[in-house]
């Protein structure tokens, strides 16, 4: 009997040691699968990310970035910078890259980057040396200025003359290039045999910087359109949305430039014309008037009379074309109005640029009675 029961009692020891030994194989399986796990998405995740900052910031950005690398810069310093500026993700892999592929030969300087580069794409550049070059010219063109002045500008630095600059804008096969080049901008309006110049409206007013001495006139064209259209490509969205191509859009906006002396008052103007063309009454922008003419500060009635395809006194709606080169800010006050809720359709500015608007034609001809003599002030004395 006792040995019976000895012998069921280590049946039951076997059996209960057997039980445990399961167990402790099941939670070491377990904890061993979990750290493997664990180890297996760190791995996955630090690579990812190491991948990724290796990688360009932005691939799709245009934006070129200056940065100075002073001399005696370290590896550290160097990356710090480069992170600052937005042109790597992360510094600590950019020392171990350049560590890792025993990157050297790093030159102090100023650069063009871009955060479109990956970061083998940055160190050579910064091995290259390519520093920014310093222009031989540097021309501002203000906003506001017809192709006219724009010629006339250029050539003061460049070796052509104004002629041959307006010659170059207008030549119908340079302008079909163009707009073969240029889809999102350019069409067949500005092949309108009204229009004076094609390209008035499309070279953007800005400071250019001139390397070359001998730059030529399809040179700088192509140089100001591409610019004008970098700008219009990033409105698309909103061009799309709204009730005008980009030839009506930069016409309104190059008559906006030449009224609204302020940035608060240009969506102002902008809606009163708007308001004007809802109700078909003629915008009846004075300097459309003149477009063409001899500059002069005030229009005449006999201006008022002269038929031409840009004066808003004689023709419905917009004129044929821009009347010069608009500011991004008029182009933009064009996309976005004052709002439906100005109701007013008549403005009227002082030579200083302080602008009155009304309701009513009855309003607008007592201001424009109080302070028009400030505008023939301002004719005699450019006269003298």
Do not use: C
Not at 345 to 357: I, V, W
């Amino acid at each position: 009997m006792e040995k019976e029961q000895a012998k069921e009692q280590l049946e039951q020891d076997l059996s209960s040691r057997a039980s445990e030994a399961r167990i402790v194989r099941k939670v070491v399986f377990y904890v061993i699968s979990f750290l493997l796990l664990f180890f297996a998405i760190t791995i996955f995740f630090g690579y990812s990310y190491v991948k990724s900052a290796l990688g360009p910031v932005d691939e799709d950005s245009e934006e070129q970035i200056e940065v100075e690398i002073p001399l005696g810069s370290t590896s550290t310093d160097i990356a710090n910078i480069l992170e600052e500026h937005g042109l790597i993700k992360d510094a600590r892999i950019f020392r171990f890259y350049i560590k890792f592929k025993n990157e050297v030969n790093f030159q102090a300087g100023q650069y063009t980057l871009s955060p479109s580069m990956t970061l083998a794409e940055t160190v050579k550049e910064l091995q290259t040396g390519k520093l920014i070059e310093e222009p031989i010219f540097r021309i501002t063109i203000p906003e506001g200025k017809t192709l006219e002045e724009i010629a006339q500008l250029f050539s003061k630095k460049l070796s052509f003359s104004p002629e041959e600059f307006i010659e170059t804008a207008d030549d119908e096969k340079f302008v079909k290039q163009l707009i073969e080049s240029y889809p999102n901008l350019l069409s067949e309006e500005i092949l309108n045999d009204d229009i004076y110049h094609p390209l008035e409206g499309y070279l953007f007013a800005a400071t250019y910087d001139i390397f070359d001495e001998a730059m030529t006139p399809e040179a700088v064209i192509t140089m100001m359109v591409e610019k004008t259209n970098e700008l219009i490509e990033q409105r698309m969205d909103e061009i799309e949305a709204s009730d005008f191509s980009v030839h009506e859009i930069l016409t309104l906006a190059s008559i906006i430039e030449r009224e609204a002396k302020f940035s608060e008052d240009r969506p102002k103007v902008s809606q009163v014309y708007l308001n004007r063309l809802k109700k078909n009454m003629k915008l009846q922008s004075d300097i459309t008037a003149f477009y063409g003419l001899p500059h002069k500060a005030v229009v005449t009635y006999e201006d008022l009379e002269v038929k031409t395809p840009y004066n808003t006194y004689i023709i419905n709606g917009l004129p044929v074309g821009p009347i010069s080169s608009p500011s991004i800010e008029s182009i933009d006050a064009v996309l976005h109005p004052e709002g439906e809720d100005f109701t007013k359709l008549y403005y009227f500015s002082r030579p200083s640029g302080e602008t009155f608007y009304s309701d009513t034609l009855e309003e607008h001809n007592a201001i424009k009675e109080q302070y028009r003599h400030e505008w023939y002030e301002l004719e005699n004395e450019s006269k003298n």
